[in-house]
């Protein structure tokens, strides 16, 4: 079975966005790899983080990505910190990686400019994602576009260590998420919905109440026209709806159409409202049950016992090819 490899920051509270586009694909993939799915909290202190929020937000994830349906069975579940050999293979790493090449990552240009005051760490983010990829031996690694360049540095580190201290890594390839359906934000239905969204209103939460939910739909921005159609260009807000409606309820985009041919958008929005707050109370039950049990711990435990000892091999395996032993 080939093996597949995707790490989650546990930084804000994920969106609709991300259950459609994201967490679907992955619950699709656990039938078909050998799945490892763990919290890069790691990543996440790149930027300054408030101790008590980042703790609280580890456990909510996974809880959160259990009750949309991750199953632990088939996956290898963890949490970055807890393996300890993940932060030592990444400084291995970095010692085989230029800084010209880190300098030049799209992310860390974008967020170096944004504040001129960034830690170290925001460079050297993409050794520590490599390290987290190289350490299995993973086919794919499951990530956003916006880490595809992260990825692809991975293999130029995977490809270099292996021609200087021989084959020590398997070579693994992206898998883009979100590339079927890319959810919009509400009011401005041209761009992205984001965790980081500043206007709230645009942004289903996957927490967010039935009333909260009902009124971010209604109150989505359309167009002038009344015909429920697909078109992305001329109607960007109605396709959004049709694509929220059609994934959720697993249709085609021409059947969704079909249903709802001369009826209103006030009747799309009401339609669309229904299915979301339906699906979205199925995995809030469900999160609530396991925030509050001991299962999480439990699962934690299985995981981080599993993937330590493959990070260990791996640890001394790069060790004694670079020199590093007595
Ligand atoms: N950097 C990724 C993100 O922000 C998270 C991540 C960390 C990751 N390590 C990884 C993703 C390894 C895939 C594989 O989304």
């Known amino acids: 079975m080939k093996k597949i490899l995707t790490g989650l920051q546990p930084t804000g509270i ?47 994830l996974l809880a959160l990505y259990l009750a949309c349906g991750i199953d632990p069975k088939k996956n290898k579940i963890f949490i970055q910190s807890e393996n300890e050999y993940h932060a030592n293979i990444s400084w291995l790493l970095e010692c085989n990686t230029y800084y010209g090449e880190l300098s030049r990552m799209t992310q860390f240009k974008d967020k170096s400019q944004k504040n001129a005051n960034f830690t170290s760490g925001l460079l ?66 041209t761009k992205k919905m984001s965790k980081s969204s500043e206007n709230q209103k ?38 959004n709806l049709i694509n929220i409606y059609a994934s959720l309820t697993n249709k085609k985009i021409n059947e969704v159409e079909e249903l709802f041919i001369g009826k209103n958008y006030g009747e799309l929005k009401k339609n669309v409202a229904d299915i979301v707050i339906e699906e979205l109370s199925t995995i ?11 299962e999480l711990n439990k699962i ?27």
């Open 14 to 60: 994920i969106t609709l966005g991300n259950y459609i586009g994201a967490i679907k694909q992955m619950i699709k993939y656990q039938d078909i790899y050998d799945s490892y799915l763990f919290i890069a909290d790691l990543h996440s202190i790149t930027i300054p983080q408030d101790p008590q929020e980042l703790a609280s937000n580890i456990k909510s």
């Open 124 to 189: 050297t983010y993409p050794v520590l994602m490599a390290a987290d990829i190289l350490t299995y031996d993973v086919d794919y690694v499951a990530v956003g576009l916006d880490q595809k360049q992260h990825v692809e540095l991975a293999r130029d580190i995977a490809i270099r260590f292996n021609k200087k201290f021989g084959d020590t890594f398997k070579i693994p390839e992206p898998l883009m998420t979100e590339e079927g359906t890319k959810i919009m934000d509400l009011v401005e239905p």
């Open 202 to 239: 645009g942004v289903i939460r996957l927490l967010d109440d039935p009333n909260t939910i009902r009124k971010k739909i209604m109150g989505a921005t359309t167009d002038s026209d009344m015909e429920i159609k697909f078109d992305v260009v001329n109607k960007p807000g109605i396709s």
């Open 284 to 294: 809030q039950k469900k999160y609530y049950d396991i925030i509050n049990s001991d």
């Open 300 to 326: 934690l435990d299985n995981g981080i016992e599993f993937t330590r000892k493959i990070a260990k091999n791996k640890f001394e395996l790069m060790k004694n090819k670079m020199g590093l032993h007595r």
